[in-house]
């Protein structure tokens, strides 16, 4: 059974950073890509990076954060800088194969208040 552990999530003041690691259990093959996903209380989870062949954020974060992965130690991270109030939510590690079955972290929460 494949598991995704993310860890680096915490409360932060606004623009401040944190860093989000993302470790899979066991090698996945055929994956299409890997990314990270928020969702804040109300609102439906929204795609915020993700890394394949090619990398793409959400405009919201663009010069913010960057998304980065090694393959040699099957982990995802995200650099997330500048941080805003309205950064403030769950975010979740995915992995997407190319038969479009998803796995998903738990969750780490990432508060940013002063």
């Known amino acids: 059974q494949v598991q995704l552990v993310e860890s680096g999530g915490g409360l932060v003041q606004p623009g401040g950073s944190l860093r989000l690691s993302c470790v899979v259990s066991?090698?996945?093959?055929?994956?299409?890509?890997m990314g990270w996903y928020r969702q804040a209380p109300g609102k439906q989870r929204e795609l915020v990076a993700a890394i394949g062949s090619s990398t793409n954020y959400a405009d919201s974060v663009k010069g913010r954060f960057t998304i980065s992965r090694d393959n040699g130690k099957n982990t995802v991270y995200l650099q997330m800088n500048s941080l805003k109030p309205e950064d403030t939510a769950v975010y979740y590690c995915n992995v997407r194969q190319y038969n479009a079955i998803d796995y998903w972290g738990q969750g780490t929460q990432v508060t940013v208040s002063s």
């Open positions: 066991r090698r996945i093959f055929n994956i299409n890509a």
